[in-house]
């Protein structure tokens, strides 16, 4: 049976927990990666193409530092709405 709008949801994931497919994964690359942490800057090293070099390095910059973004500077000009004039009497004349 469908959900029907209306109605209570009954059931199924808390929001924010992920599934036991995406846990398992977790678990598994956590466990094939653990001992190849300490021995990526040996296998970096042993790259000796400067083409496939930069390429490594280009897959590791994201993790190591943040993508800049973009700036927009807008130059707004202000918006005159009233223009107020005042005139002053200084007695001289």
Do not use: W, Y
């Amino acid at each position: 049976m469908p959900f029907e709008q209306g109605h209570d949801k009954k059931g199924g994931r808390i929001k924010g927990i992920p599934n036991k497919t995406t846990k398992e994964i977790r678990v598994l690359l956590t466990e094939a990666l653990g001992g190849e942490i300490e021995r990526v800057s040996e296998h970096f090293n042993s790259i000796s193409c400067p083409k496939e070099r930069l390429d490594t390095l280009a897959k590791f910059l994201p993790f190591i530092a943040p993508k800049m973004q973009a700036l927009k500077v807008a130059e707004e000009k202000p918006k005159i709405d009233k223009i107020k004039i005042e005139v002053i009497d200084t007695g001289e004349n």
